[in-house]
Every structure is written in C-alpha cells, then in structure tokens.
C-alpha cells in the first residue's frame, strides 16, 4: 500500500495531539530546519526568522486538532510559516540602516571566501537590496516554488501584480550583480 503525502508522520501528530512531548519534539525536528530556511528567505533576519518559527510551532501545537490530512503536515505548516513572516514584514518595515549594515558585514566575509561563495553572496545581497514586496514575492517564487495564483492569495494582492513584482525584482536583482561584474550569460 502505497503513502499518500497527507499521511507522513500521521502517527507523530496522532500522539502529539494526545500531548505527548517526545512526539512534540519530534515533529519539530523533523520540520524546524526547512520552516526556518523559508521564514530566513522571507524576512532576511535570522533572529526574526527564530521567532516565527517559535510562534508557528506553538500555534500548530495548540492547534493540532484542526489539522485534517487534507494536505501534508509540512505543506501546512509551511503555510503557517509563509503567512507568519508575511504578517511580521507588514507590521514591520525596514530600515536602510539595515540593509547597509547586512551589506558591509557580507563584504567583510567575502574577502575570505572563495570566488563561487562569493558570487551566491552578491545574489543573496542583491535580493536583501529589493523592495519588501518584490523580495517577498521573488522568494516565495524562485526559492519555495509557489506560482503567482498562490502568491496573489497568500499577499492579498493580484495575480498579475505578483508577476509585475516578480519581473522588476528579477530584472532589480540583474542590474545589481551588473553592478558587481556579473553579466548575463
């Protein structure tokens, strides 16, 4: 018999709903890496990104008994995750002191580094460089595979205007790594 993707770690979240702490631990084990990755992407702050994932995972713990098998675990808990550090970017814009400080501190690591680790750096500043919306839409796209119907629903925003911000981040993120000699190939 084959495993549908709804029935992953059924057994796990059966006990976890039953309060068993070992099954809490190892639920999260399982997901916190993957669900930290995608909040880093989305926000661009590692201690931001720590407390999303702290808050997601007592949210699904508390609310276990709502979990359907209607999707995988992790396809839910992803969107918890997506929407969480969403809602932390809304409430919170971004200051350039930031993104100058991110910056001078990546450079500062590069001078160590070997030439490919430092070409993903500049992508990876590059992207730290777009507008909070565009970064937003470019990861959820490029880095977690999300089209823009699901885009424009978890934002709130159009289809199209998730491919616009798409195309001008993608296009933004080009003209940077120009900046750094980097050209199309």
């Known amino acids: ?5 709804q029935d992953i770690h059924r057994e796990i979240i ?3 709903r039953k309060g ?7 639920l999260y084990e399982l997901y916190s890496k993957a669900m930290y990755s995608i909040s880093l992407r989305i926000l661009n702050d590692r201690d931001e990104a720590r407390d999303v994932l702290q808050d997601a995972f007592t949210d699904v713990f508390q609310s276990l008994d709502r979990f359907r098998y209607e999707s995988s675990f992790g396809a839910w808990l992803k969107k918890i995750v997506v929407f969480k550090s969403i809602n932390l970017l809304k409430r919170k814009q ?3 002191a930031y993104i ?5 501190e990546t450079y500062e690591e590069q001078e160590e580094q070997n030439p490919q680790d430092f070409s ?10 777009l507008p909070e919306g565009s970064r937003t839409v470019f990861s959820l796209y490029l880095l977690e595979g999300y089209d823009h119907t699901e885009i424009a629903e978890i934002m709130n925003i159009s289809e199209s205007t998730s491919k616009t911000q798409y195309m001008r981040a993608r296009n933004r993120v080009r003209e940077i790594l120009k900046e750094y000699g980097y050209e199309k190939r």
């Open 1 to 5: 018999m084959e495993t549908r993707p």
């Open 14 to 16: 059966e006990q976890c």
């Open 20 to 26: 068993d702490r070992k099954a809490f631990r190892q």
């Open 94 to 96: 971004r200051q350039l």
């Open 100 to 104: 100058e400080t991110t910056i001078s």
């Open 120 to 129: 993903v750096a500049h992508v990876k500043q590059a992207i730290a460089q």
